[in-house]
């Protein structure tokens, strides 16, 4: 059998490392998003044992007071949002590692290991 085309097995080298280059980038933010999530969760699970009917609320490097109810409304969009997005990148991270597994395993073909 000849040596497989250089160029075929550069090409797929390449495909191999942007994937994982993705892959990487995907596990970072849905890592940074699963702490946003317990954050939100941690902050809603605080929030239902005060007393008060207003709260400050984080605003950048201010503090602006708002009702509670509302300020636990908004925490509850929050979480929603964020394990949709989490979702995404779920699936986003599962076609990735497929994608690798595939083209590790033409690149054995190719190469005849």
Known sequence: MSAPPQDIVKEMSNSLRNTRSQLDMTVVQLTQLQRQKKIAELTDDELGNYQN????????RMFINQDKQAYTVDL??????LEEQIKALEQKRHYLEITM?????SLRRVLGN
């Open 101 to 105: 597994e595939n083209t590790v395993e």
């Open 53 to 60: 009917e207003k709260v400050w609320r984080s605003c950048g």
């Open 76 to 81: 509850h969009r929050d979480e929603k949002e």
